[in-house]
């Protein structure tokens, strides 16, 4: 399982995070059965999953969803970067929460398992489609990856809320994202000049309704 690794000082658990660990670890170490350790570990994620605990933790426990095969999410599925196995992985976990749970500085590896966006929808429809381009805090770029189609998830902010949209590019847009393209290069200017051209069709329409 080698990969890169991240090193963590200073960490603390609260209570509700060593509850979390608890309960996982204890499953964990008592469980050997697959199906029945992902069913129990799946209960235990949605009893804590409007709960406060740590991002970190929160990390690496999709991590152990994707492992158990019970990732789920709307829009992102997941690839192995490791080859283990059931046995040698449900080890793996334990140990890493344990570490999480007993120590406040500690080494802690990528997460084993790669998430990544697969899915979207758009105007009721679940499309799949794959990144070209993303721009973090201001937009993604996606194409259909059944058609020649593209669509660009635009993050909006007011105050202190944020919330992003999803678009399909037509017209004239669609025709330069498409020429980035055959010329092996996404070009920033252009997508930002995209990213304007609907902000600006976004608040025309919300203008019109009000």
């Known amino acids: 399982m080698d990969s890169e690794k991240r090193e963590i000082k200073g960490f603390k658990c609260y209570e509700t995070d060593r509850d979390f660990l608890d309960s996982l670890i204890a499953l964990l170490k008592n469980n050997p059965v ?10 235990i994620i949605n009893d804590y999953e409007h709960k406060p605990v ?6 690496v426990v999709s991590d152990i969803e994707c492992h158990l095969g019970i990732y789920k999410n ?11 196995d059931f046995a040698i992985g449900v080890k793996y976990y334990t140990d890493l ?13 990528d997460n084993n398992y790669k998430t990544y966006i697969r899915w979207l929808y758009y105007e009721n429809e679940k499309i799949e489609i794959e990144v070209l381009y993303k721009d973090n805090w201001n937009f993604i770029l996606y194409k ?11 993050v909006f902010s007011q105050s202190f809320a944020s919330w ?6 037509e017209g004239e847009y669609k025709q330069r ?10 070009s ?11 902000k600006a069709e976004y608040y025309k329409n919300k203008n019109n309704e009000a």
């Open 177 to 186: 994202v498409l020429t980035m393209i055959i010329n092996g290069e996404i």
């Open 74 to 84: 709307r829009i992102r599925d997941f690839e192995p970067r490791n080859d283990f």
């Open 144 to 154: 259909n990856k059944h058609a020649l189609d593209f669509y660009i998830s635009i």
């Open 97 to 109: 929460l344990n570490t999480i749970r007993t120590s406040e500085n500690f080494i802690l590896p």
């Open 34 to 43: 697959k199906e029945n350790l992902a069913v129990d570990i799946a209960n």
């Open 188 to 198: 920033k200017s252009i997508m930002l000049e995209i990213v304007e051209y609907y």
């Open 54 to 59: 740590n991002g970190l933790i929160r990390d």
């Open 164 to 169: 992003d949209v999803d678009f399909k590019i």
